[in-house]
């Protein structure tokens, strides 16, 4: 179990915001300037609730300089990374030149990644293995399109790509591990599975670790929503048991909007 808690949750809360691919390199700066200062602003405490972006690679070098130079807390990491350390693969980026970035975590099997660039668990198990190798922190990104939601079978093909993507790796490296649930169909439609839909797969998911590793792994497991999330609906999201956080799309790009869902605790006070 992580050591930081916030009083209602055993987990740190993360809220990380994908921005896709968004923002050149000059944009994201102005971007991640507006966020810190929003955040400053707002005097939030990132030991209380930890903030990540994810930016295109193009942009990982500036964000570096922004952070290291302001000294700012935000973290960030690659939207994606090679299962291999270098070679004849163009165009792929190597866990290591993330990790030289200073990246935090990496995203792993986004549903545009499967989808999109047809990636398979046997892919992905490498990725999460790679991530680890050089010392970052895999967001492994799992869930369900529409045909498989309405046929009802959505938990256990969520389960199944859990199953897949962590084989064969070890208790250690589980228990620092990221999951985010992202049905596919809830992604920048503006469709967004309710509280209790990313509750019950959440909860799913950690049993599923308890299965896997123990509970003591799987009580330390992160797991988020992503989908369609907006500060309006982010507060009764994360008030969920076993939702530690969110990843969001489309509402990250927006400064104010995002800083709301960062703040979420002050929605679930005044609400
Ligand atoms: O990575 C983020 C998810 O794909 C959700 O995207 P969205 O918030 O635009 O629906």
């Known amino acids: 179990m992580t050591a930081s808690t916030n009083g209602k949750y055993d987990r740190t809360p993360l809220i990380a915001g ?25 005097r939030h405490d990132f030991k209380r609730v930890e903030v990540a972006v994810f930016p295109p690679f193009t942009d990982l070098r500036g964000v570096q300089t922004l952070v290291q130079g302001d000294d700012l807390e935000v973290v960030y990491g690659g939207q994606d990374l090679s299962p291999h350390d270098s070679g004849a693969y163009t165009g792929d980026i190597s866990g290591q030149f993330l990790s030289r970035l200073g990246c935090r975590y990496v995203l792993v099997g986004h549903s545009e990644r499967r989808t999109i660039h047809g990636e398979s668990d046997e892919l992905l198990q490498g990725k999460v293995q790679a991530a680890y190798r050089h010392g970052l922190v895999p967001v492994l990104c799992v869930g369900e399109g529409l045909e498989v939601r309405q046929s009802g079978g959505h938990v256990e093909h969520t389960l199944a790509q859990v199953r897949a993507d962590l084989a064969g790796l070890d208790a250690e490296h589980a228990a620092r591990l990221v999951i985010a649930y992202e049905p596919v169909w809830a992604i920048g439609t503006g469709e967004v599975a309710g509280p209790a839909d990313a509750q019950e797969m959440c909860a799913a998911i950690r049993a599923e670790l308890v299965e896997l590793y123990d509970a003591d792994v799987a009580s330390g497991v992160r797991l988020l929503y992503g989908g369609s999330v907006k500060a309006s609906n982010a507060a009764a999201i994360l008030r969920e048991r076993d939702v530690d956080g969110v990843l969001v799309g489309g509402a990250s790009l927006d400064v104010a909007e995002f800083a709301n869902i960062v703040r979420f605790e002050h929605h679930l006070l005044t609400n």
């Open 18 to 42: 994908n921005w896709k691919m968004n923002m050149d390199h000059v944009q994201a700066i102005t971007l991640l300037q507006k966020l810190a200062w929003t955040l400053s602003d707002a």
